[in-house]
């Protein structure tokens, strides 16, 4: 049988100031991250990109998480969870104020830097607080506080996005319309103006990290780590190796793939109602829509697990809806076809929560290279949504060279475009029926 159990020091000391803690660092990076919903639609106009251009908005975030989550275990390793998650704060804050000199040169990849350095600290806090949060307490309770912390995200994300929706949205429409007309000077200056709305924002922003970055390293966070891995049986081996664990690789790739769909659901639904005819005006509120259905869906996560069902059984229902949500989107069409993107929130609440659990399981002291491996596969984020992207650019040509107009070309491809969400479900499908068990010792 695994065990389960938590350090002494876990158990021993209060855990509610650890969670509240922790639970305001997964509101910041929570906060940082669901604007990029805002941020892609913004960079495709000042920037004049493609959708698949744009959509590296989302993979210089998450492609951070490949380059930086083993050093992350290294760093951890030496510092500890406290001072780790202080400089990823540090870290983050000092990716924000690239955004002003990004603005004033209007260059994409100054902007892609500053993404890139904001999504490594982020790897740092995600590294050291989900495996702490995860052994903080009880295991079979792990799914219900990272569904607290996932609340605390999403809130935050949906804040996030309000408001720099507001800030970076407004206008644009109008700014669409005059650049077909403007000469090039105008236009030129009509551009640099957009970009410039990126610098108060960010500034603050930078303010405010390094000021928390600061009270975290006074805040009162108890040691913990995970149990040992049992002893070995006599004539049993014990493990001495990463790779002994196949139910943590089968988790590793069921997390890439979740991370995908996640952000296709709340980073490209903005641009998507655009596509579909719809005004920037009221397109920025569309990924409140899925942080809001992921909210409630964490709210009732942290009510049912595990005093009513399983983090095993969640992650299967979520899988199945996420199937049949993905169906929904390609055959339908207009308002109804982005509620059901947003509702893909619901199908994502749980997976995260439920996913880590199962996968740092029975590792003992691999838990933080296991957790080091789990935060790469967020790179899923940085991969999935441009294939999403070269999808639709691709369809959308196609289209329009059989004659079709580029309004309805583009909210077709748009639309066709989710089929890339299904075989990513099938996959999680597969994680919460067998492959979370593979490996593992029966009861």
């Known amino acids: ?138 295991i079979e309770s792990a799914a219900k506080r990272i569904s607290i912390m996932g609340i605390c995200n999403k809130i935050a994300g949906a804040l996030g996005s309000l408001i720099f929706g507001s800030i970076l949205l407004s206008g644009i429409d109008e700014i669409q319309e005059k650049l077909s007309k403007v000469s090039i000077s105008e236009k ?14 960010y500034i603050s922003m930078a303010v405010v990290l390094f000021v928390l970055g600061i009270l975290i390293l006074k805040a009162p966070l108890p040691n913990v780590e995970a149990a040992p891995i049992e002893e070995a049986q006599e004539g049993k081996t014990a493990k001495t190796s990463i790779f002994q664990f196949p139910h943590l690789w089968l988790g590793v790739l069921t997390l890439f793939m979740y991370v995908g769909v996640e952000v296709i659901a709340g980073d490209t639904i903005i641009a998507y109602g655009i596509a579909l005819g719809f005004p920037a005006a009221d397109a920025k509120f569309f990924t409140t829509f899925t942080l809001l259905a992921m909210v409630v869906t964490y709210a009732l996560g942290a009510f049912l697990i595990p005093k009513y069902i399983t983090q095993a059984l969640a992650l299967r229902v979520s899988a199945v809806l996420g199937i049949l949500l993905s169906l929904c989107i390609v055959f339908s069409t207009g308002f ?22 199962l996968t740092l399981n029975g590792l003992g002291k691999f838990t933080k290279t296991g957790a080091a491996l789990l935060v790469m596969a967020i790179s899923g984020g940085a991969v999935i949504p441009p294939l999403y992207g070269k999808f639709v650019d ?39 029926i067998a492959g979370h068990k593979v490996g593992l010792k029966k009861n």
């Open 1 to 138: 049988m695994v065990d389960t159990n938590t350090t002494n020091s876990s158990q021993t000391k209060p855990t509610l100031i650890p969670i509240l803690i922790i639970a305001s660092l997964f509101f910041i990076f929570g906060f940082v991250t669901w604007i990029n919903g805002a941020l892609i639609p913004f960079m495709k106009t000042i920037n004049e990109l493609t959708s698949a251009q744009s959509l590296l908005v989302a993979s210089a975030s998450y492609i951070s998480f490949v380059v930086m989550a083993l050093p992350a275990s290294y760093i951890l390793a030496k510092i500890g969870y406290k001072k780790g998650m202080s400089l990823g704060l540090f870290i983050m804050g000092f990716g924000a104020l690239i955004f002003i000199p990004a603005a004033e040169a209007r260059t994409y990849w100054m902007f892609l830097t500053g993404i890139f350095i904001q999504g490594a600290g982020m790897t740092l806090l995600q590294t050291a607080s989900n495996p702490y949060i995860t052994i903080l307490g009880p």
């Open 188 to 201: 030129n200056n009509l551009l640099d103006n957009m970009a410039d709305s990126v610098v108060v924002p």
């Open 336 to 357: 109804t076809s982005v509620l059901f993107v947003a509702g893909l929130g619901i199908a994502n609440a749980l997976v995260w929560p439920a996913v880590w659990p």
């Open 394 to 432: 691709g369809t959308k040509a196609d289209l329009i060279a059989q004659g079709i107009n580029e309004a309805n070309a583009t909210a077709s491809a748009s639309t066709k475009g989710y089929w890339i969400l299904l075989p990513c479900y099938i996959f999680i499908l597969y994680y919460a």
